[in-house]
């Protein structure tokens, strides 16, 4: 099977991957496409095959045996090939994102643990790891942060647990619309615009330290970066080297709407998914679910792009 090739429904997928030994059998291909190698001895040739051990291949010269695992978010892990195939498979193609009671519902597996486990390393795998920044020169970038988390009660006014998470999106700009063709709301609400590359991330709190190094971290020199009037985005363009424009929002939404619509949507679509299919997220967890809900794009998932079919790096 090509190591290109991404199973397009449920039937087709059953079909490529039925047991553990397929499983294996596509490992192998893509950790050897030329035929195995040992990793100890370098031996080319037929290894040892074990029907129990689908996953692990024993040269027949030295006798060491290569894991088919080594390298990947599945090494030395209890469950079965077919429970991580499955596993990236519904991870990688249910666009709203899955929780891990339905991930454990669908794949049966008797513990709440093991489906939590196994959903967090897919997710920590699908994001790669050195993220670049967005933006260029003469790029227009919306910056924002928001609260992210629900009602404290009896705690005294003015006690809260939400979590900041700041937020920099590329603002792009729409085509003109073809003679004869309509715009939609959305264009007309937005004049054309539309979201570009995104970053996220949460933050202990929304003090200048905290936004200007997330903006360093994030921003390419150069762009154009549009912010609220908040205090702790004052010295942005001297500290970070971009184009900065505040505009004095005070709460007006619609002055929002007119600057700063993008990365609003952003924060909105955000607290919508995590109330729909989470329902609730702890501050430790909530940059995973972050990264992975607005970096990776199951729309454009090749082979690849699994953290376990992505080439398995040579381990012994």
Not at 13 to 19: A, C, L, N
Not at 55 to 75: E, Q, Y
Not at 226 to 253: C, F, M, N, S
């Amino acid at each position: 099977m090509s190591a290109d090739r991404f199973p397009r429904s449920l039937p087709e997928f059953v079909r490529m991957y039925p047991d553990d030994l397929s499983c294996g059998k596509y490992l192998e291909g893509v950790r050897w496409p030329d035929g195995f190698v040992c990793p100890a001895c370098a031996e080319r040739g037929e290894p040892f095959r074990f029907a129990a051990r689908p996953s692990v291949l024993r040269c027949r010269v030295c006798k060491h045996d290569a894991s088919l695992t080594a390298g990947t978010v599945m090494h030395r892990a209890h469950s079965p090939l077919t429970t991580w195939f499955w596993a990236a498979y519904l991870v990688s193609t249910s666009t709203p994102g899955i929780s891990t009671q339905q991930f454990q519902r669908q794949l049966g597996l008797g513990r709440y643990e093991t489906a939590f486990q196994i959903l967090h390393k897919l997710r920590a795998g699908m994001v790669r790891p050195n993220v670049d920044r967005i933006g260029a020169r003469g790029t227009r970038i919306e910056l924002d942060e928001t609260l992210i988390g629900g009602v404290t009660r009896g705690e005294g006014r003015g006690v809260h647990h939400k979590v900041y998470v700041v937020g920099a999106v590329e603002v792009k700009e729409r085509p003109p619309i073809a003679p004869g063709k309509s715009p939609t709301k959305a264009m007309l609400r937005r004049a054309g615009k539309y979201a570009g590359r995104l970053r996220l991330r949460a933050l202990p709190d929304r003090k200048a330290v905290s936004l200007v190094t997330f903006a360093r971290e994030s921003i390419t020199q150069g762009s154009h970066v549009t912010t609220d009037d908040w205090g702790g985005y004052d010295q942005l363009g001297k500290e970070i080297g971009v184009h900065h424009t505040q505009i004095a929002e005070r709460g007006d939404p619609k002055i929002a709407e007119e600057h700063l619509p993008l990365i609003h949507l952003v924060f909105s679509n955000l607290k919508t998914w995590l109330q729909g299919t989470h329902h609730s997220v702890s501050e430790q967890h909530l940059q995973a679910f972050e990264r992975v809900r607005f970096s990776f794009q199951p729309a454009l998932l090749s082979v690849q792009r699994l953290p376990f079919f992505a080439r398995p790096r040579d381990a012994k």
